[in-house]
């Protein structure tokens, strides 16, 4: 096994590494921004006029959208990397949004008849899945990922993605970058249980045939740090990433940050 650092701290001998893909992997921000101004375009245009504003706040605040303080156009938008978009899965989402159509009047059949069309309209304009989709229509990968995946694989271990999106929108992602040969394993929203559900820990362990305790999980969210440690995996081993987001991502202390990938080493 080899013996994990992060920079210059020894974290301790892992088999495998588990990776968060949204936030992590990836550099998403863009592509979920989008998403969720479609998502929010095409719920206003199918309720009357007079509920638009309202409804507008409630989707705005329930995707985590805001406006970036200090960017240069006072209309960039950016994505709460706590927020449902960047964290919770696609159906949390519908859900949330069908509450929103609720709240401004709407019986729930109705609310959830159009949430569902919507979702159908924005996923068809998503890049991140779409099929064949080229490198530079996906997310792009968090800086040195590539080197530092390398260096994994040359050690013997093992690296598998856990994450809250759909099984092709892991496996566009993964083939559009170049990746898919460094992972033998995938957990997504499309598994049973999934995350941030620790049984879903260690159903992926089981399937690179690890123990959760011998993995380190590296993740941009709260709820992937505490997964990881309620599924066994040391606390000095759920790692927070935060690079990859315009505003970081409030990380619980204590545990560990990494920044930017060349920062982990192995031993």
Same mark, same amino acid.
């Given at each position: ?28 921000? $863009? ?8 998502r929010?375009? !095409?719920? !206003?245009d ?5 509920l638009? $504003? ?8 329930? &995707?985590?959208?805001r406006t970036?303080?200090h960017a240069?156009?006072? /209309?960039a ?33 109705e /609310?959830l ?6 979702f159908?309209?924005a ?9 064949? /989709?080229a ?9 040195? !990922?590539?080197?530092?995946?390398g ?34 394993a995938?957990?997504s ?7 941030p ?6 159903a992926?362990c089981? !399937?690179?045939g ?9 993740g ?9 440690v309620?599924?066994?995996? $040391?606390?000095?081993r759920?790692?927070? &990433?935060?690079?990859?987001?315009? /505003? ?9 940050r ?10």
């Amino acid at each position: 096994m080899a013996q994990l650092l992060l920079r210059g701290i020894e974290l301790g001998e892992v088999e495998a590494v588990l990776f968060d893909k949204d936030g992590t992997l990836s550099i998403s921000e $863009p592509q979920l921004v989008t998403l969720a101004q479609a998502r929010v375009f !095409l719920c !206003l245009d199918q309720v009357e006029e007079r509920l638009r $504003p309202a409804l507008s706040e409630l989707l705005h605040r329930a &995707y985590g959208l805001r406006t970036q303080p200090h960017a240069a156009d006072p /209309a960039a938008a950016a994505i709460c990397p706590a927020g449902i978009t960047a964290v919770a899965s696609r159906d949390h989402n519908l859900i949330a949004t069908a509450t929103a159509l609720v709240q401004v009047g709407l019986g729930w059949p109705e /609310a959830l008849a159009i949430s569902e069309q919507v979702f159908a309209q924005a996923d068809a304009a998503d890049a991140r899945r779409a099929a064949g /989709a080229a490198a530079g229509a996906t997310s792009r990968t968090t800086e040195g !990922l590539h080197d530092w995946l390398g260096r994994l694989q040359a050690a013997g271990v093992r690296c598998a993605v856990i994450s809250n999106d759909d099984v092709a929108g892991i496996e566009t992602f993964l083939s559009a970058h170049g990746l898919s040969a460094f992972f033998g394993a995938i957990w997504s929203a499309e598994h049973s249980p999934r995350k941030p559900d620790p049984a879903a820990v260690h159903a992926l362990c089981a !399937l690179l045939g690890v123990s959760a305790a011998r993995c380190a999980l590296i993740g941009d969210a709260n709820s992937d740090l505490r997964m990881a440690v309620a599924a066994g995996i $040391p606390h000095q081993r759920a790692l927070g &990433y935060t690079a990859a987001w315009s /505003a970081p991502p409030p990380l619980a202390e204590p545990h560990p940050r990494v920044h930017h990938w060349d920062e982990l080493v192995l031993a």
